[in-house]
């Protein structure tokens, strides 16, 4: 059970690649931030950038396949 865990609807996930690109490391870490300023400060600390919100890779329309 999870009841105690504070859950906050504006955290957003950010996915990650670091700055040296390793062939091995396609994507992450990942980061949990209220916004994208302190998502990008998290970033730039441990040496890594942005890709984008874990959102932008979701599809919006649901796709069916035969």
């Known amino acids: 059970m999870m009841g105690n865990i504070p859950k906050s609807m504006d955290d957003r996930i ?3 690649e ?3 690109d390793d062939p091995r ?3 992450g870490p990942f ?3 209220g916004t994208y300023k302190e998502a990008q ?3 730039e ?3 890594l950038i942005i890709v984008g919100e874990v959102t932008d890779f979701v599809p919006q329309q649901e796709v069916t396949l035969h």
């Open 14 to 16: 950010y996915a990650t």
């Open 18 to 20: 670091f700055l040296e």
């Open 25 to 27: 490391v396609v994507l």
């Open 31 to 33: 980061i949990k931030a």
């Open 41 to 43: 400060n998290l970033a």
């Open 45 to 47: 600390h441990y040496g």
